[in-house]
């Protein structure tokens, strides 16, 4: 029987006025569960209802404002009745899959995230990304070894779309050296650190201490690893992937393809944009992808 699979989107994908959107679209009862949510920070809400998209490129505001959708979202959908066999998230969205696989309720899941793009938009750890297109994750990696400092291959996106992360400087420097071995792009992406990078280790020790203000249980729903594509079983062994998804890879093609050989067929995309389904298409066609980015889509995937 083929199976369903939910995945929630990274940073990026907010823009201006995205909370006050969803707000307006969900019934009384989630408007209380939002005010609930922000009840304690209302600097975070304000951005996310009436913001600018400069201010939301701030991590601090981003990671909420994208997690508030995947959260809300995916509530409305399990009233619906469409529950997953499978959740997976790529970067930020492992976070919002702990809501999905019953880890954290909505409240604590929303709640840990804005610690945590509070604790990454204050880290000023000294870094960047870049993403190189049209090679091989194999021959980045090779690169990435050849390059004098610290660069290194974190998110491996799709076949040939691999994301690298390190010192800014030595990133920059490097560049044109991707394209000197087969890139048909070389491209720095507008970010305030190098996420995912071993840099970012002083973060994730910070992170670990506040799992502690949390309570977690065991999930529900099985959920795949960004840094290793294996099933996570119990509240440790998420804890202990979360803690080091900080400074590991995103390794989102190695996800697809285990959600793949588990029978998951259908995977539903909850937040805003449509990133992961087109990376999803680049590495199995023949999984069917729906996106939940608003409630008007909720109605259609059951139709």
């Known amino acids: 029987m083929s199976k369903i699979a939910f995945v929630f989107p990274g940073q990026g994908t907010q823009y201006a006025g995205m909370g006050k959107k969803l707000y307006d679209e969900v019934n009384d009862d989630n408007k209380k ?8 920070n209302e600097d975070i809400k304000r951005v996310i209802f009436e913001g600018t998209d400069e201010e939301l490129k701030n991590t601090k505001y981003a990671q909420p404002a994208i997690a508030l959708f995947s959260v809300v979202l995916t ?28 880890v954290l309720n909505e409240i604590d899941t929303l709640k840990l995230i804005s610690k945590r793009g509070e604790i990454m938009s204050s880290a000023n750890i000294d870094g960047g990304m870049a993403a190189i ?27 040939k779309q691999t994301v690298i992360a390190g010192k800014k400087e030595v990133i920059e420097k490097n560049l044109e050296l991707f394209k000197e071995k087969g890139a048909r792009r070389a491209l720095p992406l507008a970010v305030s650190g190098p996420f995912h990078s071993s840099l970012m280790k002083p973060v994730a020790e910070i992170l670990k201490k506040e799992f502690e203000n949390y309570t977690w249980n065991n999930p529900a729903t099985r959920i795949i690893a960004n840094t290793t594509a294996n ?9 202990n992937e979360l803690y080091s998804q900080t400074f590991g890879p995103v390794k989102w093609v190695d996800t697809i393809n285990k959600l793949a050989e588990n029978g998951v067929t259908k995977i539903y995309e909850i937040g805003p944009g449509k990133v992961l389904a087109g990376l999803i298409k680049k590495i199995n066609k023949e999984i069917e992808v729906i996106n939940i980015e608003n409630v008007e889509n909720l109605s259609d995937s059951i139709n």
């Open 231 to 239: 099933i996570l079983n119990s509240a440790d062994e998420i804890q």
């Open 133 to 159: 297109l049209g090679l091989s994750a194999e021959d980045v990696e090779n690169i990435c070894g050849e390059i004098d400092g610290i660069v290194e291959a974190v998110n491996y996106n799709e076949p």
């Open 33 to 40: 569960l939002i005010d609930e949510i922000f009840k304690n």
């Open 75 to 102: 509530k409305l959908l399990k009233e619906k009745g469409i529950n997953a066999d499978f959740v997976a998230g790529h970067s930020l969205g492992e976070y919002s899959s702990l809501y999905a696989a019953g």
